[in-house]
């Protein structure tokens, strides 16, 4: 496999220019090439340059406007709401954040639902973004039917990612963003792309047979991850982020979408939560002690710290060669 070495504001104007010669005004573009930079230097290839060709996509159909502008509506001093008015979902995510930052330190926990946004994006930074404040986040999404209830073979849940963070001030965050399925379809999608086998029980082909084929399972239907278990965590996703929103889940996704191949409009919850109003004094050094009993433990790795250490590597990131020359003919 070719790979091109492009240095972090390289990959913050690819994407950049990508979103603004399709349609995209500075706010939205900015945002997204954020998002998608970000992705890259943490190593979270699936999320990043991958997700352009799907963004341009929605613009070229025309539905993601990207020139949309969020509105935020303090519903309650708990309770926020973001309408993206058709944006994709970093944008809004920009605006109702800070707010629910501000909501959750004074009150001590606050919620806030975005509707109207196409979510394509990791998760993690909306969690870390809280937890940077001193504050618990949680977040999590919906997507299209690509994975079955655990005992079916029927594409009901999208892979429903959740997202948890929780602060350590003066070292990095406890992270994680986990898809509910068995593997995050934009991993399958690149094992499959570069000719890579997946886990069994990853999900199944066409026919309903078991396969380490990746491309058979993107043709097929994902699995949960954990059996039944995951399947009620992806289930609880479907009610946090379109029965709590009033967005679609994911099988109305499914039904309203254009089929561009770039993401549909659905809903997210994010949910945060302040550890000193509700701990009280003294938090800080409880929590570092169980951390310290946790790490003392060989071969414990906390979650987000192979996130982290790549963040501390400012250097060129190796990228697929085909996807930057299928991203600067987009432009």
């Known amino acids: ?26 706010a939205n573009a900015g945002a997204l090439a954020d998002i998608v930079m970000r992705a890259e230097r943490d190593g979270s290839h699936s999320h ?13 159909s025309g539905k993601v406007d990207g020139k949309a502008t969020p509105t935020v509506t303090k519903k309650t001093p708990a309770i926020i709401h973001v309408d993206g008015h058709g944006c994709f979902a970093p944008l809004a995510q920009a605006a109702g954040l800070p707010v629910l930052a501000e909501a959750t330190a004074e009150i001590g926990v606050a919620a806030l639902s975005l509707t109207g946004i196409h979510h394509f994006a990791a998760l993690w930074p909306e969690t870390e973004f809280l937890a940077d404040r001193g504050l618990v986040g949680i977040a999590c ?13 029927e594409k009901l849940f999208g ?11 003066g070292k990095t965050p406890v992270c994680y963003d986990m898809a509910t399925a068995a ?26 047979n078991e396969t380490t084929d990746p491309a058979k399972i993107a043709a097929g239907v994902l699995l949960p991850f954990g059996g039944y278990k995951g399947s009620a965590i992806a289930l609880m996703v479907e009610l946090l ?16 979408d254009n089929g561009d191949g770039g993401p549909p409009r659905g809903g997210e919850m994010v949910i945060g939560l302040s550890p ?20 003392a433990i060989d071969g414990v790795r906390i979650p987000g710290a192979r996130r982290h250490q790549n963040r501390l590597d400012t ?7 085909t996807l930057v020359e299928t991203i600067r003919g987009l432009i």
């Not at 250097?315 to 060669?321: P, T």
């Open 241 to 256: 982020a379109a029965g709590l929103t009033g967005e679609q889940f994911s099988y109305e996704a499914k039904q309203t």
């Open 183 to 208: 593997m995050a379809m934009g991993d399958v999608q690149i094992a499959a792309r570069d000719g890579k086998t997946v886990p069994l029980g990853t999900g199944l082909d066409a026919e309903g």
């Open 276 to 295: 000193a109003l509700i701990a009280g004094d003294g938090w800080e050094s409880h929590v570092e002690a169980f951390m310290d009993r946790m790490t």
């Open 315 to 321: 250097g060129l990131r190796a990228i697929n060669s």
């Open 159 to 169: 892979t429903n990612p959740i997202s948890f963070a929780w602060p350590r001030p």
């Open 141 to 153: 999404t919906a997507y299209m039917p690509m994975v079955a209830p655990s005992g079916t073979r």
């Open 48 to 60: 990043g340059l991958f997700r352009v060709p799907g963004y341009v996509k929605a613009l070229r």
């Open 1 to 26: 496999m070719s790979e091109t070495s492009l240095s972090l504001d390289e990959i913050y104007a690819l994407a950049h220019d990508a979103m603004t010669a399709n349609g995209c005004n500075d």
